[in-house]
């Protein structure tokens, strides 16, 4: 019954409407209306069985009493009446309590759904205006220097080397949103058995000369042989992520924290799996608290002037991967303490 009022509700709200209100307050008043015609059928066929029922019932009870049958009419006449009237009252009592609540019941039911549709709309709206920059700047480029009738090689050469840059750009943002989108659905990747203590170690090891750059010190202590039943290139893309961020918005001359530790759930029941934390705790600027549970919203960047690289995506897919292994992410943090990401993931039994 839920999931048939729940299709219902998803088919309400995506009925078209030239309605002056609310689309979605006119799929909660047609909502309503389903549920409430199908209710006054429902006690409407009930009050009838009922009342022949009761009907019955007294005719059986007079008839073995021998009465007159002039009284006998009048009585049944009158217990008519009187049965229609009562059942009536009740009835409508009844209709009106189910068209008050089926109204109210049909915001819970639309609210989620209004949430999601805005969610889709915006990221719709934010994709388009992400994809269309790096077009813009592309084409720009392009019919300056088609423009310019003294050209020469060096200038050529240039705007090459930016169309190149900019595709490179277009190529990452389209590949995060694929991603984005594969785990997202049932499309995920190859899952295998791996070490994922060995499989961290060694994104932190990639990561360790862009550490260099801004010398800034990665210390790990990562447990080996935890195995975990997850995508290879996933989880790797995961930490990536993770530790790109840390690095880029970290003070040059800062700390990169990196650990491990396995929580056994054993003692709560067979159907407890150990589950492996991993904690990457850096000394950077931090997030103001304002801000902090929007940063998986997709192309979010705390940086209001989008002065730093980057969609916004890179927090998005994270959480996307960590979901479809059945984990959890969350971050801590405070405005120049620095900020510490926790990734819970089930172990393999």
């Not at 407890?272 to 919203?297: P, W």
Request: glycine share 6%; no cysteine.
């Amino acid at each position: 019954m839920g999931k048939l009022y729940k299709q219902s509700a998803e088919s309400a709200t995506r009925s078209k409407t030239s309605s002056k209100f609310d689309e979605f307050f006119v799929a909660r008043i047609r909502l309503t209306l389903y549920y409430s015609v199908t209710a006054i059928a429902i006690l409407g066929i009930s009050s009838f069985i009922a009342y022949k029922a009761i009907l019955s019932n007294l005719t059986q009870s007079i008839l073995s009493r021998n009465l007159n049958p002039d009284l006998y009419r009048a009585i049944i006449e009158d217990a008519k009446d009187i049965l229609l009237d009562r059942f009536l009252t009740v009835d409508i009592i009844i209709i009106l309590f189910i068209i008050v609540l089926g109204f109210f019941l049909t915001e819970k039911t639309l609210k989620p759904i209004k949430s999601n549709i805005e969610r889709e709309k915006r990221f719709i709206a934010d994709a388009s205006h992400e994809l269309r920059t790096p077009i813009t700047v592309i084409m720009s480029g392009l019919e300056v220097n088609l423009s310019n009738k003294n050209l020469d090689i060096s200038s050529a050469k240039k705007t090459m080397e930016n169309t190149l840059e900019e595709m490179r750009e277009f190529s990452k943002l389209s590949n995060d949103l694929l991603d984005i989108s594969k785990y997202s659905s049932s499309q995920e990747g190859k899952k295998e058995l791996l070490d994922i203590g060995e499989l961290l170690a060694s994104i932190v090891e990639k990561d360790e000369n862009l550490a260099k750059l801004k010398n800034i010190k990665i210390e790990k202590k990562i447990s080996p042989k935890v195995m975990i039943t997850g995508d290879r290139l996933g989880l790797s893309r995961l930490f990536l992520n993770i530790l790109d961020n840390s690095i880029k918005y970290s003070k040059e001359g800062g700390v990169i924290y990196v650990s491990d530790r396995i929580v056994s759930l054993g003692h709560l029941g067979a159907n407890k799996a150990d589950k492996y934390i991993i904690k990457i705790k850096d000394t950077g600027e931090g997030i103001d608290k304002e801000i902090l549970d929007k940063i998986f919203d997709p192309f979010f960047r705390g940086d209001a002037s989008h002065n730093t690289a980057g969609a916004g995506l890179g927090l998005t897919l994270a959480k996307k991967i960590v979901e479809s292994h059945k984990g959890s992410i969350e971050v801590k943090s405070e405005k120049g303490q620095g900020t510490e990401v926790s990734i819970t993931l089930p172990i393999s039994s």
